[in-house]
């Protein structure tokens, strides 16, 4: 039955989906609405939209306003929209707020409620899918276990075992746990991040499967009772088991398994009359498949199934929210070509994936054919500490996996991403590992791999080069505001045979020197770094934002960009990318932390103080949880010792480096 036509949308969501929904509402001629916290308040998403509303007016959540489901019905109300998209993730699947859309007369872009709470429990999903002769992987519920029994049914399913939460997604809310290891701590950590990223804190256990594949199928139905598969997408490629780099269609896939993956999720879908873009997704290992969950939204990889199909699923989405009917093109679609998309976090992939806040100097991509990128931020773009991580998505389509592999590598590799550590590298060194290119993905090959997916892509190379670089182009911004003296070369000097010296701090705060030479026509003829001369150095191009260096007959292109204040210089080349800070030759001595302090590792908020002042603690003992971009990080005590001093309260946002806990360290035997 066709509901009235959407003539003005909010979107209840954020950053890059937020952008890509009002792309596709543009388009169809529908009017947007954007809601903003004050954290947001500057977003590219918030001055893309036709009007915008500021949450914090209408909630008291602060940050945390995206999950007000009455300030965003109020919200839809003021502005006179008539239906809401929730975008994925925060209420994309929360059945309470469908209702709520309902019942003040709004279309929820999605599934009906009654679909959402049955799928959007992940307990709930094994049952109707094992009911449709799907299969599934044993679950038990932990609620109210106590210790004993927690470990008991652990020992029934087999160790290792996974903790997961029931409600939500996106890896949040997950543990692995083997034998020996506290299962209780993992139980009560994994309830606490479900509890802050989809207010529902519960979890369950299931066994744990080491390194299986992780296949999705893209399904579709209308409210006519018709439900199709748009086949599948392979998301092996994880780290704390959140997807990084997605594909379709899946590699190496036998086209039997692949048609009985097809059949299950329309099985399950249509178990529950689904209407609307889901996701169903399964564990594959081997000739066998287990069904994991269903997501009732649309997916933060959907790019790639578009890509393949020439279909918009959020046009899809929209036209289903109206009561049309699949379009034909849905119906009777055939792939064409290869996709894959990889995520860009702000975080430190050799530090634990540590998410990284703060602001992007620059952020720029070169535009390329069967290139899409998705991006919430842009040059200038503040990342916090209250959101996910992920910057962007970049998405290559291509005639074949292995161009589309290549083009999407080239165009990471080239991308200048200043002021915030990303994962960039390590998609780059990903995409171009053997298994990967060979197809033979899996769930535990970033784990498998991780200190060569880590290793810096230039090394010390890189670091030697960038910071010859990095002087010389100082040299050379000097130069083009110097005043001359009459009658002399640019860059003259009274006595050119002295060095001058530039020291740095490079990668690690490690100190580097660069020292280099001059003629008496301002030309470079000798350049050090850290005391030995680049062989057979000749300098080509030589201006204040690049270098062209020839070292041993080898000739790099090198740019360099000077941050506005604190010395800091970005350096790109084809060897990576370089921050180095220029250090003064005078330094006033810095105030150095108390003895024994342990520092917040990251800006967060305090959700768990487990040691009080004056506690006993053994190495490892968890002292401070910190949430920070809806994950939990544990600070823990590096050896045996006495609590002395806790500076921090539960509820107390804190920035990175701030002094948590003092630990004295137990006397030697």
């Not at 929820?108 to 599934?136: C, D, H, Q, Y």
């Not at 990967?436 to 498998?448: E, S, Y």
């Not at 080898?554 to 060897?575: K, N, Q, Y």
Request: aromatic share 4%.
């Amino acid at each position: 039955m066709t509901r009235a036509r959407i003539t003005k949308l909010l979107v209840a969501n954020r950053g890059e989906i937020a952008r890509r929904i009002f792309r596709t509402a543009r388009e169809m001629g529908i009017a947007t609405v954007a809601v903003f916290t004050e954290a947001d308040r500057h977003a590219l998403f918030v001055g893309e939209a036709d009007e915008a509303l500021a949450l914090d007016r209408l909630s008291d959540r602060g940050p945390s306003a995206y999950l007000d489901a009455p300030a965003l019905v109020e919200a839809a109300r003021r502005a006179g929209a008539d239906a809401v998209h929730p975008g994925y993730g925060f209420l994309a699947e929360d059945a309470g707020f469908a209702w709520r859309c309902a019942e003040a007369g709004l279309v929820f872009v999605g599934p009906s409620p009654e679909a959402i709470a049955t799928m959007g429990s992940k307990l709930e999903a094994k049952a109707v899918a094992a009911a449709a002769g799907v299969p599934v992987l044993t679950a038990e519920e932990v609620e109210g276990y106590p210790p004993g029994k927690l470990e008991a049914a652990a020992e029934v399913l087999g160790w290792p075992v996974l903790v997961k939460a029931s409600a939500g997604g996106g890896g949040r809310g997950m543990r692995v746990v083997r034998a020996g290891d506290d299962l209780v701590a993992a139980v009560e950590s994994a309830r606490r991040e479900a509890t802050a990223a989809f207010g529902d804190g519960t979890v369950f256990l299931e066994p744990w499967l080491g390194a299986p594949r992780h296949v999705e199928v893209q399904i579709f139905g209308d409210a006519t009772g018709r439900v199709v598969h748009l086949f599948e997408r392979d998301c092996s490629l994880q780290r704390r088991h959140q997807k990084v780099i997605e594909e379709a269609p899946a590699p190496k896939l036998p086209q039997p398994l692949r048609e009985q993956l097809h059949a299950a999720g329309v099985a399950v879908a249509e178990a529950v009359r689904y209407v609307g873009a889901g996701t169903a997704e399964f564990l594959v290992s081997g000739d066998r498949f287990w069904f994991l969950e269903m997501n009732t939204r649309l997916q933060v990889e959907h790019p790639v199934t578009e890509e393949i199909l020439g279909l918009d699923l959020v046009r899809m989405q929209l036209a289903a929210a109206e009561g049309r009917p699949l379009p034909v093109e849905a119906r009777h679609c055939t792939p064409s070509g290869h996709a894959v998309e990889a995520r860009l976090y702000a975080e430190d992939p050799a530090a634990g994936y540590l998410p990284q806040s703060g602001r992007l100097r620059r952020f720029e991509i070169d535009p390329a054919p069967g290139l899409r990128v998705e991006a919430g931020v842009a040059s200038g773009s503040v990342v916090g500490s209250h959101y996910d991580p992920m910057l962007a998505k970049i998405v290559a389509h291509a005639p074949t996996r292995s161009e589309a592999i290549r083009r999407l590598a080239a165009a990471l590799e080239g991308m200048r991403i200043h002021g915030l550590r990303t994962n960039r590298d390590q998609l780059v060194a990903a995409l171009r590992h053997p298994d990967f290119l060979a197809g033979g993905v899996d769930t535990g090959l970033l784990d498998r791999h991780h200190d060569a997916l880590c290793a810096p892509r230039g090394g010390a190379e890189a670091v030697r080069l960038h910071a010859a670089a990095a002087a010389l182009a100082g040299m050379a911004a000097r130069r083009a505001t110097a005043t001359v003296l009459p009658g002399a070369p640019a860059g003259w000097r009274n006595n050119p045979s002295q060095p001058q010296r530039v020291s740095f701090a490079g990668p690690g705060g490690r100190p580097v020197e660069v020292a280099y030479r001059t003629d008496r026509t301002g030309a470079v003829v000798e350049v050090e770094v850290d005391g030995e001369a680049l062989p057979g150095l000749r300098v080509g191009r030589l201006g204040p934002d690049a270098v062209d260096l020839e070292v041993n007959g080898r000739r790099r292109s090198i740019t360099v960009a000077w941050a506005a204040a604190g010395g800091i210089v970005d350096v790109d080349s084809r060897l990576g990318h370089t921050e180095l800070v220029e250090l003064d030759p005078f330094p006033l001595p810095e105030e150095s932390a108390e003895t024994g302090s342990l520092l917040a590792p990251l800006a967060g908020v305090v959700v768990r103080v487990a040691a009080p002042a004056g506690a006993a603690v053994e190495a490892g003992d968890l002292l401070v949880a910190i949430e920070s971009m809806k994950v939990e990080y544990r600070v823990t005590a590096p050896e045996a010792g006495l609590v002395a001093d806790v500076r921090v309260a539960e509820g107390q946002r804190v920035e990175a480096g701030a002094v948590l806990v003092v630990l004295e360290t137990a006397p030697a035997a």
